[in-house]
C-alpha cells in the first residue's frame, strides 16, 4: 500500500479573482482541493491585489475559498520577505506586479505546486522552476 504524498495548489491574484466571479475552472479545482484533502495555498500578496479587484458584491464569494478548511493562508513575513521573495526579486529582472508574482513563485516552488495564473511568462521569468497551470 503506497502513502499518498501531501499535494497542493497555489492561488495567483487571477485565480483569486475568477473564483470570486465563481469561473467554473478555478471552482473545479478548489472543491476537487477540498475533496482530495490537498492544499490550496493563497499568497496574502496575491490576496490583498485580488481583494481591490473584486467588486464588493463579489466578496462573499471570494471569503467562501479563504474559509474552505483545506485552504492555507500564507504571510510574507520578515523572513520571506527577506531570504525568499526579496531574493527572488533580487535576482531576476523587473517585472510587473514583482511582488505578488515573486511572493506565488516561492510557495510554489517551494512546494512544488503548480501556481494558478493569468501570467504564467511572468513568473517564469522569476524562477524558471515554478509549474504553471495556466487560466483558460
Do not use: C, N
Amino acid at each position: 500500500m503506497s502513502e499518498k504524498l501531501p499535494s497542493g495548489v497555489v492561488f495567483d491574484r487571477a485565480a483569486l479573482i475568477e473564483f470570486a466571479h465563481q469561473g467554473p475552472y478555478t471552482l473545479a479545482i478548489a472543491f476537487a482541493v477540498v475533496e482530495m484533502s490537498d492544499t490550496l495555498i493563497v499568497p496574502t500578496t496575491a490576496l490583498a491585489e485580488a481583494r481591490a479587484l473584486v467588486p464588493a458584491e463579489r466578496l462573499p464569494v471570494l471569503e467562501v475559498l479563504l474559509d474552505l478548511p483545506t485552504t492555507v493562508v500564507i504571510d510574507l513575513d520578515r523572513t520571506a520577505a527577506w531570504s525568499q521573495v526579496g531574493a527572488v526579486l533580487a535576482a531576476a529582472p523587473p517585472v510587473p506586479d514583482g511582488l505578488s508574482a515573486a511572493h506565488a513563485v516561492v510557495a510554489g516552488v517551494g512546494r512544488d505546486y503548480p501556481v494558478v495564473t493569468d501570467r504564467g511568462p511572468v513568473l517564469g521569468t522569476l524562477d524558471p522552476r515554478v509549474t504553471i497551470d495556466e487560466l483558460p
